[in-house]
């Protein structure tokens, strides 16, 4: 986000990002990692007791995994928010990604006219409660990142307060739920079902196309 031709003068560039809590992000990376094929460094520890201790005395795995959003962002956090204050940049959490859509939708309506969306590989698995220290730990190692999703969630607030009547919030946020209900049951379902008959025929075809030639 950070490399946009924000200075261009011959149109208007405008950055969005989501962000992920990092203690979140950090412990999500780690399990889908270690479902992954390829080796990397989350297959070296059973635990992520294991793996957070790796972190913490190595140097370039630390490097590989901690504050990575704000790294990837390519700009300092003032620099983030000199940006977001002339209005060249959004920066949202994604722990509260219906609210961010709603407030896309309404800041640009015609760029994001349907905001709905289904909801698919959610991946469950989250420290319990004996990992409190362990969370700390992570916290602690990810502060660079913190104060970005900490801006975003500031950020956030503040478009809510400044374009949102009281109350509107609430209940624009139950239409876009019940919107997304929607597509889960019904649209996205049968936009798989259309792309895998399409699929079929295709496959159809091209074998009806291949005997003939045989022949």
Not at 56 to 70: E, F, G, L, M, Y
Request: net charge positive; proline share 4%; hydrophobic share 30%.
């Amino acid at each position: 986000t950070g490399d946009l031709p924000y200075d261009q003068s011959d149109y208007r560039v405008i950055g969005i990002t989501f962000v992920r809590d990092p203690v979140d992000r950090l412990i999500s990376h780690y399990y889908y990692s270690r479902n992954l094929i390829e080796k990397n460094d989350a297959h070296k520890c059973s635990t992520l007791e294991e793996f957070v201790s790796m972190i913490k005395t190595d140097p370039a795995v630390h490097q590989r995994w901690i504050n990575t959003q704000s790294s990837a962002l390519e700009l300092t956090l003032d620099e983030t928010k000199k940006r977001i204050s002339e209005g060249q940049l959004h920066v949202f959490p994604t722990k509260r990604y219906d609210e961010s859509l709603v407030v896309l939708n309404k800041l640009y309506p015609s760029d994001f006219s349907d905001v709905s969306y289904a909801r698919k590989n959610v991946n469950k698995k989250r420290p319990n409660a004996k990992h409190l220290e362990l969370i700390e730990q992570i916290r602690d190692m990810t502060q660079e990142d913190q104060k970005l999703y900490d801006l975003s969630q500031s950020h956030l607030n503040e478009l809510i307060s400044s374009k949102f009547e009281p109350g509107e919030m609430q209940a624009t946020l139950k239409r876009h739920r019940r919107n997304c209900k929607v597509r889960s049951v019904f649209l996205d379902p049968l936009t798989n079902s259309c792309e895998k008959v399409t699929r079929g025929m295709t496959y159809v075809k091209l074998s009806y196309q291949t005997k003939a030639t045989n022949q």
